[in-house]
């Protein structure tokens, strides 16, 4: 992806988010475009219009924290697109051989250590992806509750692509437009910070070649963290779940996240997901009886 292009669209679409009354600015005549102009951005900021003008076209080059953090408070920036506004400022004050670095990241295994962690989550499917939504591991039920998305045959597995490219995925998830928006949103912000991931961006060009609904909200520009919420999801054998999610980060391994699911107690979906429990427990006890029957 092109830094330039990312700074100069991420900055006019955000600027373009923000009224006058919202800025504090007195509101008179017609206004030609939506949101604030380039001169009231650098009037509130504190800098020239030139300069912004050159902000904005993509050149954050020798641009300091000082001037972004008056541009994230003019712009009404939340914590995801200020974290992203300054990622692609530190990209702009990289060297070559840190990008070249950053391209290169080989993906580390699954330690057996937090394979047995997994495994002893019994009540809680719970499942671990990378920032290009590769499905790294899991717990049996995490397994359970994510087959059709293990089914693809496409691999490593990975939920932006199933979400997008697989049908499937509209009934998998009743709440698809929204988990979309969601899933675009978080990849960008991956994007942000890791500019050079040949993985990462090789997915994103492929998703936008072949999503006409990712190629639209790409060009959004918007960003978020994954960090909490619910999950509905409409599983093949048990029916309709309402999952709440914790995401947690795992420093150990770079750019993983581990997600768990919980139902509230008592419920249809808590029911639902001891039913699932069963069920992945029985596929498991299947696969290790057909593993033990072989020579």
Do not use: C
Request: proline letters at 7%.
């Amino acid at each position: 992806m092109d830094s330039r292009t990312e700074v100069r669209e991420f900055l006019r679409s955000r600027r373009a988010k923000v009224t006058p009354d919202q800025a504090g600015l007195p509101v008179s005549g017609h206004r030609r475009v939506p949101g604030l102009r380039r001169e009231e951005v650098a009037l509130l900021a504190g800098v020239s219009v030139d300069y912004y003008a050159r902000l904005e076209r993509g050149d954050l080059a020798g641009v300091s924290d000082e001037v972004l953090d008056a541009i994230v408070g003019v712009l009404r920036l939340d914590e995801a697109e200020s974290t992203h506004l300054f990622n692609l400022a530190r990209e702009a004050r990289s060297s070559p051989s840190r990008r070249r670095r950053a391209a290169v990241r080989p993906e580390p295994q699954i330690r057996p250590s937090l394979q047995r962690f997994l495994d002893a989550i019994t009540g809680a499917p719970t499942w671990v992806r990378n920032e290009r939504m590769d499905f790294i591991a899991a717990n049996p039920l995490g397994r359970a509750l994510y087959a059709p998305l293990l089914e693809d045959p496409v691999r490593p597995a990975n939920n932006a692509r199933y979400f997008f490219l697989n049908p499937a995925a509209m009934t998998f998830y009743p709440d698809w437009d929204r988990n979309a928006d969601d899933i675009v949103a978080t990849l960008r912000s991956y994007a942000g910070r890791n500019p050079h991931d040949k993985g990462l961006t090789d997915l994103i060009g492929e998703l936008a070649t072949r999503s006409e609904d990712f190629r639209t909200r790409w060009a959004a520009q918007n960003v978020r963290f994954h960090r909490t919420g619910l999950k509905r999801i409409h599983h093949p054998v048990v029916g309709e779940l309402e999952l709440s999610y914790e995401a947690m980060e795992l420093p150990a391994n770079p750019g993983w996240t581990m997600f768990s699911y919980t139902a509230e107690p008592n419920s249809p979906t808590d029911e639902r997901l001891r039913l699932l429990a069963s069920y992945a427990a029985t596929v498991e006890a299947a696969k290790a009886a057909e593993t033990a029957d072989k020579p």
